[in-house]
């Protein structure tokens, strides 16, 4: 029986009260006397791991080494809890001295305190297959054997242990520090529009205005302040590139991609296929689309910054965090009560799991933070009452109810690639859009939700795209020496036109915008993630709507709790999917075409509309 919704969140959303997340589940604040007694617990569980295991890896047998990685394994799930409130409290107020330097010192305590483990990997990689299949015959070790897999495919990377610890230890100065420098920088950047002053992720917020001069001057705001930035954003990020380069050379990675397509368990052709495949539909889906929209807002073409705008006769409806709750997780019910049940939870709890408004101080963007079973996600969010936010909520809560599935696989075990890390968030956005365009009751509604998924969804599966080919281009360049600012700008511009297309205005005016996408530089070759799971939950979709597989719903929650330790071709056989082959690409990018077809269909009848009146 389906259950209601309404009863499920009246208790974190009463008065209208925005959330912020409570994280005492964790600890109790920075001065809570078990941080430092659980860090020595860390500290010395790691010494006496190394005392008691290197060296005689070896000699183990199947249930010492159960034991070992049991051990291991509790270890690491205090490691997490440490590391993770430190970076939650973080976040929120990056604007607090004390917080910015515990979350510092946590950092390098944990970096130090895990140099005594670096042997493992390396002991483990030197071992004979045959021993790791004499330990994987028994039962109770044969429980590793993702956590095993997924070390070995490293094995032929790895380099002497002396370097190793080198690197560990350098990590928090090197790469770690000059992406919390980009991190603080922009959580400080300041931002005035008629005398008003906004952080990065307020300003953000009013390209979404339906007020177009509002939202040109928040876009040329935008454009202002990186562009005064861009010179230190410019040694930033060619300092996380060379980084990495250096490592990757080290280790022996065939191309600056080539690391992340090992850890997502994607070959590196099939990446090639992705990226060439949504290049290849650039015209039929972002310039087709962009085209329509300059036409709706009454431009010739669209300035940067519009490309989200709302329509002009879109409805200023403005949700209230109740009505945002109400509306995901009737969605989420409507299509598996079980699914709703994990969801539910995030609101219903007297602690909550949520850091809800945006405030000064507070990072940008959203995120949903995972944590081993023992504990559970909490979702960052900015919220402000637009459609946007509503899919953003569903999108995140998505990441929430994956996590608490995936996590049940053990903390060794459970390793989610980013090419599946967002399956259920898009997908959950995917219900939510389906959910509200069965409302509409006008051909006017209808095309407004239907060209907002779009636009999505061109951000997603293209726009992603585009960001790959322009990292993909930075990281080539800089093996060969410094990139400039005016140089990143240039390929920036080509990159941005060749994916929008002549309806969207790309000139100097936001070349330096490329500094506003922070994957390049927390996270390296991430964004084409974004464009996979979009084509694949498209593709998924599909044949939900079909209803050819017979408890669709069930296989998809039974394929979250196994992204960490299954290949996503294993994983997708069940609905009958093969992600190797390029019609599956097409197929996921065939579905917003479709929508971009009824589009012109709706534009059409609402023009025959307007003549009629």
């Known amino acids: 029986m389906k259950k209601t919704v309404k009863q499920s969140i009246k208790k974190c959303c009463r ?45 183990l047998t199947a249930k010492q080494f159960f034991e070992m990685a049991k051990n291991c394994e509790e270890r690491s799930v205090l490691g997490n809890k440490i590391g993770v409130f430190a970076y939650l409290n973080m976040v929120t ?38 021993k790791i299949d004499e330990w994987l015959k028994d039962g109770k070790a044969a429980y590793y054997a993702p956590w095993l897999n997924r070390i070995r495919m490293f094995k032929d990377y790895e380099l002497s242990e002396s370097v190793e610890e080198i690197l560990h230890e350098k990590s928090v100065t ?18 005035v529009v008629d005398g008003k002053e906004y952080n990065d992720s307020e300003i953000s917020k009013l390209t979404l205005d339906k007020d177009a001069d509002v939202r040109a001057k928040a876009g040329r705001e935008i454009a202002r302040v990186f562009r005064e930035n861009a010179p230190l954003f410019t040694l930033i990020y060619n300092m996380v590139v060379k980084d990495k380069a250096i490592e990757d050379i080290k280790r022996g990675f065939s191309s600056p991609v080539a690391s992340q397509n090992l850890a997502n368990r994607v070959d590196d052709k099939a990446v090639v296929a992705l990226a060439e495949t949504v290049r290849e539909n650039y015209a039929n889906i972002a310039h087709r689309f962009y085209k329509l929209k300059a036409k709706w807002l009454g431009v010739k073409k669209l300035e940067y910054w519009d490309r989200n705008a709302p329509l002009p006769f879109e409805s200023d409806k403005k949700y209230s965090w109740d009505d945002a709750v109400d509306t995901v997780l009737k969605a989420y019910n409507e299509f598996s009560p079980k699914l709703y049940d994990l969801a539910k939870d995030f609101f219903n709890k007297e602690h909550s799991w949520i850091d809800v408004p945006p405030r000064d ?41 994956h996590m608490r599935l995936s996590s049940k696989q053990g903390d060794l075990n459970d390793a989610t690639p980013l090419t599946l890390a967002e399956v259920a968030s898009v997908f959950g956005e995917m219900l939510t859009f389906q959910s509200l365009l069965k409302q509409a009751t006008s051909n006017k509604e209808k095309l407004c939700l239907i060209a907002g998924k779009v636009n ?21 360049e800089r093996r060969k020496g410094e990139v400039s600012q ?62 050819k597989v017979k408890d669709f719903e069930d296989k998809y929650l039974n394929m ?40 012109e269909k709706l534009d059409k009848l609402i023009d025959k509309e307007n003549k009629s009146n």
């Open 486 to 547: 005016a140089r990143l700008a240039e390929i920036w511009r080509e990159e941005m036109s060749a994916s929008l297309g002549k309806y969207v205005n790309i000139d100097s005016q936001t070349e330096d915008n490329w500094a506003v996408v922070g994957h390049f530089f927390w996270k390296p070759f991430y964004v084409y993630a974004y464009s996979f799971a979009d084509c694949l939950v498209n593709s998924l979709y599909q044949v939900y709507q079909d209803g």
């Open 15 to 59: 008065n209208n009260e925005l959330l912020a997340w409570d994280l005492s589940d964790l600890y109790n604040g920075i001065d809570d006397k078990q941080i430092n007694i659980d860090l020595e617990t860390y500290k010395e569980s790691a010494l006496s791991f190394a005392k008691k295991y290197k060296g005689k890896l070896n000699g």
């Open 174 to 191: 090197s790469g770690d520090g000059w992406q919390r420098l980009y991190e603080e920088t922009s959580a400080r950047l300041k931002f």
């Open 93 to 130: 107020q990056m604007k607090n001295a004390d917080a910015m330097t515990f979350y510092q010192n946590i950092s390098e305590k944990l970096n130090d305190y895990g140099l005594p483990l670096i042997f493992l990997s390396l002991e483990l990689n030197k071992l004979p297959q045959s």
């Open 361 to 401: 101080g507070k990072r940008s963007g959203a995120f949903a933070m995972p944590l081993p079973d023992k504990y559970h996600p909490y979702l960052f969010l900015n919220f402000i009452g637009k459609q946007n936010d509503v899919l953003t909520l569903a999108h995140e809560l998505g990441h929430g109810c």
């Open 560 to 599: 979250l709790s196994l992204t960490g330790v299954r290949k996503y071709d294993e994983i997708l056989k069940p609905f009958g999917l093969n992600a190797k082959d390029t019609k599956f690409w097409n197929m996921g990018l065939s579905l917003i075409s479709k929508y971009i077809d009824e589009l």
């Open 456 to 476: 999505d969804m061109i951000n997603t599966a293209i726009r992603q795209i585009a960001f790959h080919f322009f990292e993909t281009r930075v990281h080539d």
